[in-house]
């Protein structure tokens, strides 16, 4: 049961941080863009105006925005029936997390951004295995 312990507390730590992260993509778009440009991802040098880095401001935000509250229903999941041991919440955070995974990467990888698409396997890493390490609760 220590070994659970550990998961469930695991699993809050990594979805408290990619909550902190979503609330930076609320509260700082700017700060967002950088990190997005940063990570290989952000507009091409052609269009990176003044005007196109406003208007990133509102699909940063509203991406923050949606995955705050994807996560903090994960959190509440994790904190409050999978570590009560309900196996219908291990299943829909699977469920919730590899449908993500799938479209968002499969999206990356089609758009030409690979990088976005590397991006996303550390939080598929994160959250996955702990989750399937639960298998046998």
Not at 27 to 55: C, K, M, N, R
Request: hydrophobic letters at 55%; proline letters at 5%; a neutral charge.
């Amino acid at each position: 049961m220590k070994s659970n312990s550990f998961i469930i507390k695991w699993l809050q730590f990594v979805l408290g941080a990619v909550f902190v992260y979503s609330l930076i993509l609320v509260f700082a778009g700017s700060v967002a863009g950088s990190l997005f440009s940063w990570f290989g991802f952000g507009p091409d040098d052609s269009i990176d105006t003044s005007e196109v880095q406003d208007y990133l401001l509102l699909p940063y935000m509203v991406l923050g925005a949606v995955m705050a509250g994807w996560v903090c229903l994960m959190l509440l999941l994790v904190r409050g029936p999978l570590n009560d041991g309900a196996p219908w919440a291990r299943k829909f955070l699977i469920l919730s997390l590899s449908l993500w995974f799938f479209l968002d990467t499969s999206m990356s990888l089609v758009l030409g951004y690979p990088s976005h698409a590397l991006f996303n396997i550390p939080f598929a890493i994160a959250l996955g295995i702990p989750l399937l390490l639960l298998k046998n609760r």
